[in-house]
């Protein structure tokens, strides 16, 4: 494996590319997150700047009965405008670059019918799993670079599910007006049946709802905010646990500043055309996909049984999934439905929406490195194990996920077939690892010997592992096919 060249399929650069323009760090300075931070730096000084304009123009016309004045006052009301026009092309410029991404995300992820869009976010989501790095100094960096894009996806899976369940979600006003009781009742048909109808639903419910998704944290990227993860100075880790107070003030700020930037950095975009009533109608659907991002965020802070659990949920779930905590261990990413359930019990998130979530995302995420036992053509088990990766969503039991083999005989393979690994077969079942334990320790090592690249390696893995860390496996263009339909 390791003497293979590193490339990457065509999906697997399209997401790199992707995850780039929102989170992406770069000299261009050009992805969403580094639009959020030069808006955030550049508004006391427009603000500033407006501010004058105001003062002087109101100056000015103290003494207007002069000419010359009147004439000041006209150039000054004009350079006026042209600067709250620039800031105006400025936002609607941002507002059509976020706009593009989310609708490359919703291309990326859905497909003709309810069936394939579960296929190819299964695909998105474990094609980010699978490039953050689960080991090292760089999984806090890389996973706050990755978490918006893996939770919009799950908003979408999530806002289906609750659909297709006629869930009270749906009696929310500006979901019903796009969602008609006859929509909901073919849900997992209607895109195919009535695209004109569904690409409604698509623009004017789940645009807002993956753009609330990426925007939900941007404010904590703001100079306030900063200064609180960062310290004065700069200096501090980042990724820390904060006591209680900062966390509090780091809360009010990014909700505050995330706020400011849809309203003010993204805004409504302008209508370009000469129809009156077309700009009216226009400007109504944008203020209407305005308010709605505006309800998915505040509603999430505190969302009760309510609209916010849309963001609320899969945030928590992503916040452990891709956590930036030094705490962060994959060994547990299965447990990640333990910490969810305490959220529901404890008030912070509906139970409905955590159920609807663990009936698609099973308990293992997309993109984990299962270690199983085969059996052979009799049912007897092997006296070795192999491996997988988690690849389908909506397993028939949660606990017993869709995986895509990743090993045949103790040799990786980039051509596995999909599996149902059950959990007598499963090592991470802590009684299946028991029972296989009875293994020598000679058996073990070799076993290891064969997966692993090197002793360094070697060294550093369980003799019995509980699960593997499939990112090398992966970074070759040829293990990268997990999804297709032959293995």
Known sequence: MSNQAYSDTRFTAQVKNLLNKIYGRSILKDSL???SISFFESLPFNDNKLDKFIYRIAELNTQKDDEKVKRQIEKKEREYRDFKQELKDDSNERHKFL?????????????????ESNKKSAQLLGTIQLLSPTEGKKVAEANECNKPLYKAILCLRLLDKLCLEKANIIKEAQLKEYLSEDDIARYSEWQEQDNESYQSFVEHVKLPLVMAALLQDIGHFHQDAQKIVKGDEGTLDPHRTLPVDDRKALLQINYRETILFLVEGIGAPTYIGNSKADRDKFNVVEHKKLVLIKNLLKSSISPKQGIGNLLKVPQIYTSI?????????????????????????????????????????????????????????????????????VNSLYPDKAECPYCR????????????????????????NTETAQGFASLSKERLNEILELLSSNYQERKNLDLLPRCWHAGEFFSLKNNQKLWNKNG
Do not use: M, W
Not at 99 to 115: D, K, Q, R, V, W
Not at 332 to 354: D, H, I
Not at 406 to 415: D, P, S, Y
């Open 321 to 389: 999934i891709l956590s930036t905590k030094s705490s962060y261990n994959y060994k547990l990413l299965p447990k990640v439905y333990q910490a969810l359930n305490l959220n529901a019990e404890n008030g912070n998130c509906s139970q409905t929406f955590v159920d609807a979530l663990r009936a698609i995302t099973g308990d293992y995420p997309q993109g984990f490195g299962i270690t199983y036992i085969p059996k052979d053509s009799d049912g007897k088990s092997g006296d070795h194990y192999e491996y997988a990766i």
């Open 405 to 428: 083999t990743a090993t045949r005989n103790l040799t990786f393979i980039g051509h596995g077939l999909d599996v149902v690994i059950t959990l007598d077969v499963n090592l991470y």
């Open 33 to 35: 997150l580094e639009r």
């Open 99 to 115: 706009s593009t991404i989310c609708h490359e995300i919703i291309e990326l992820s859905e497909g003709s019918c309810f069936a």
